[in-house]
């Protein structure tokens, strides 16, 4: 896994994944995602896009307007996988960007994350390491991580993680590279108490983390990169909770997002997918 500094499109952007499968459009979910960065960054607001061919397939000239990069997967090591986490190592050699800001495409934002750059860059690869829940509080539930209490993994989440050339960041994504493609070793021989058939993003990159070294991974001096998690028992629901059902939701004419009765003030991980209908993507169409 080989690239050239000079081989990079821009200084800085935005990348995630887009592999639709049998329940869920998303590359619809990324182009509502692409849509609001464009909406709400001022100095940053260059998109890209990984599909796969058939996800490709279903491009139109109406996100060809909006994703600045449209990349489609060189290889898919998810082609019959419903769950397409195992091509995520591939955001390092076919980034355009020199530095990126990588998101889960279930990612809205509301407010410009500008400030973050800068801090950002302290590291070659920065992960999130704390969340946040619908009213901006550093979540502490333990609800979804016991697989890392148990083998003292890092506490860290791939919903929002920058990363940028370099030696350093090549090796992280090698390593996630090698987890990805030796699961069955890593679960059976390896982790303990392992209850995941298959790799998730979030503990892959938790093993490459600790494999490279925490302290290059994650800056705790920083109260970023950070993201509003609506997953339930975050919220400090069960953890089986549709917050689509429990909370009002409004988002108005001018974008701002309103969950509950807080005004939301970071990147927001909806995690529901159902939650953007037809009339959130035309909301945000109409504006851009």
Same mark, same amino acid.
């Given at each position: 896994?080989?690239?050239?500094?000079?081989? +990079?499109?821009?200084?800085? /952007?935005?990348?995630?994944?887009?592999?639709?499968?049998?329940?869920?459009?998303?590359?619809?979910?990324?182009?509502?995602?692409?849509?609001?960065?464009? $909406?709400?960054?001022?100095?940053?607001?260059?998109?890209?896009?990984?599909?796969?061919?058939? *996800?490709?397939?279903?491009?139109?000239?109406?996100?060809?307007?909006?994703?600045?990069?449209?990349?489609?997967?060189?290889?898919?090591?998810?082609?019959?996988?419903?769950?397409?986490?195992?091509?995520?190592?591939?955001?390092?050699?076919? *980034?355009? +960007?020199?530095?990126?800001?990588? $998101?889960?495409?279930?990612? $809205?934002?509301?407010?410009?994350?500008?400030?973050?750059?800068?801090? !950002?860059?302290?590291?070659?690869?920065?992960?999130?390491?704390?969340?946040?829940?619908?009213?901006?509080?550093?979540?502490?539930?333990?609800?979804?991580?016991?697989?890392?209490?148990?083998?003292?993994?890092?506490?860290?989440?791939? /919903?929002?993680?920058?990363?940028?050339?370099?030696? /350093?960041?090549?090796?992280?994504?090698?390593?996630?590279?090698?987890?990805?493609?030796?699961?069955? !070793?890593?679960?059976?021989?390896?982790?303990?108490?392992?209850?995941?058939?298959?790799?998730?993003?979030?503990?892959?990159?938790?093993?490459?983390?600790?494999?490279?070294?925490?302290?290059?991974?994650?800056?705790?001096?920083?109260?970023?990169?950070?993201?509003?998690?609506?997953?339930?028992?975050?919220?400090?629901?069960?953890?089986?909770?549709?917050?689509?059902?429990?909370?009002?939701?409004?988002?108005?004419?001018?974008?701002?997002?309103?969950? /509950?009765?807080?005004?939301?003030?970071?990147?927001?991980?909806?995690?529901?997918?159902?939650?953007? *209908?037809?009339?959130?993507?035309?909301?945000?169409?109409?504006?851009?």
């Amino acid at each position: 896994m080989h690239r050239a500094s000079n081989s +990079f499109k821009e200084q800085k /952007g935005f990348l995630t994944f887009a592999q639709n499968n049998d329940e869920t459009d998303y590359l619809n979910l990324a182009y509502v995602q692409a849509m609001s960065i464009k $909406l709400t960054q001022k100095e940053v607001t260059s998109c890209a896009v990984i599909v796969d061919a058939a *996800t490709k397939e279903l491009v139109t000239d109406e996100h060809r307007k909006v994703f600045n990069y449209i990349i489609e997967l060189p290889s898919d090591a998810a082609k019959d996988d419903s769950w397409k986490l195992k091509n995520e190592w591939q955001a390092w050699p076919l *980034t355009p +960007f020199k530095e990126t800001i990588k $998101l889960e495409s279930d990612i $809205l934002f509301s407010t410009s994350i500008d400030h973050w750059w800068p801090g !950002l860059q302290q590291r070659e690869v920065c992960l999130t390491n704390s969340i946040r829940d619908y009213e901006g509080n550093i979540s502490n539930s333990r609800d979804y991580r016991k697989l890392f209490d148990e083998n003292l993994l890092p506490d860290v989440y791939n /919903g929002i993680m920058y990363f940028r050339f370099g030696q /350093g960041s090549r090796d992280f994504y090698m390593y996630a590279k090698f987890i990805f493609e030796n699961w069955e !070793l890593f679960k059976t021989k390896i982790l303990k108490n392992c209850r995941d058939d298959e790799p998730t993003t979030d503990v892959v990159f938790a093993i490459a983390a600790q494999m490279l070294g925490v302290e290059k991974c994650t800056n705790p001096a920083l109260l970023y990169p950070t993201f509003v998690h609506m997953k339930g028992a975050i919220q400090g629901w069960a953890a089986s909770t549709d917050w689509t059902e429990k909370l009002y939701t409004q988002i108005d004419k001018q974008l701002n997002l309103t969950v /509950g009765f807080t005004r939301q003030q970071y990147p927001f991980h909806y995690q529901q997918k159902k939650f953007v *209908t037809e009339e959130i993507t035309n909301k945000y169409k109409e504006k851009l």
